[in-house]
């Protein structure tokens, strides 16, 4: 009997691990990913892999490789603005709740390898438009259009998984109440990159100044943190509500330019330390290499 035909909708990091272990169950799997490409250089900015996350990859024979390119997290501590510490895990935190840290794109990096090692088809600036049931065949009819040019086609498939984010077509074109389901604004902005830190040289991932914990501060309705990647790598965040000197909401993800990065370190300006504010303005003046990027 022939594979069961699998379209996979969208690219990223939920699209690639679910096409490959599909692959490694016998699935014919086809991947459509609106982005040229799919294993996209400058998106996102770092991710904490727990360990249930990191038993599937291994049993996707992928966990060495993110563990070459990635870091495994130091005790994070927390504090208010004023740098007064709110709470701090015990000594054995790393050991109980080993946290693979990675930067999104080595993490795309090693599941699109894993689905072109067992065979996963791509195609790459191709989106899903929708996905109607075909009658009383139990199959799907699959509407695909090219990024580019606009032209569509169609594919009929056996099985439909849309992880084509926030605005999902495929999840647009299920029965209500799924089609119902809108996405609803927090009322925060996030700012998020990766940055380069000088390391000492010869220094471990533990003898780095950047690298001996994960931080994050709490207060004045923002937070701002930084985790630890491979050296000399560090993931910082900061989320701030709308309205804060004049901040507004905007759909999706952007750069930011000078003006916006300038607006950014202001608001973390109101001490001097070597973490919070201090860390802030630091890791804002290293400058990211994908660029800082905001999103809602």
Known sequence: MAAKRVVVAG????????????????????????????????AGGGLGLWPPSQAVLAGMDALGDLEARGAYMPPPVYCD????????????????????CVE?????????????RDGVVFHPGTRVVSADECGDTDTVHVVIADEATGVSDAVVADVVVGCDGIHSAVRGGLPAPAC????????????????DVDVEEGATNAGSRWHQEAFESWGDGMRFGFVPMKPPS?????????????????????????TAKAWLERQFAGEENDRGAGAARGHLHAGARAGSVRGC
């Open 104 to 116: 999104r794109p080595d993490l795309l990096a090693v599941l699109r390898a894993c689905c072109e």
């Open 81 to 100: 603005s004023a740098n007064r510490v709110l709470g701090r895990p015990g000594p054995r935190f790393s050991e109980r709740f080993p946290i693979l």
């Open 11 to 42: 690219g990223g990091v939920g699209g690639l691990a679910f096409a490959a272990i599909a692959r490694r169950a016998g699935f014919d799997v086809r991947v459509f990913e609106r982005s040229p490409d799919v294993a996209r250089a400058s």
């Open 180 to 195: 119902n389901v809108a996405p609803q604004h927090c009322g925060y902005v996030y700012f998020r990159a990766c940055v």
């Open 234 to 258: 560090v993931f910082w965040f900061a989320a701030i509500p709308v309205g804060h000197d004049g901040l507004k909401a905007q759909p999706g993800a952007a750069r930011l330019d000078a």
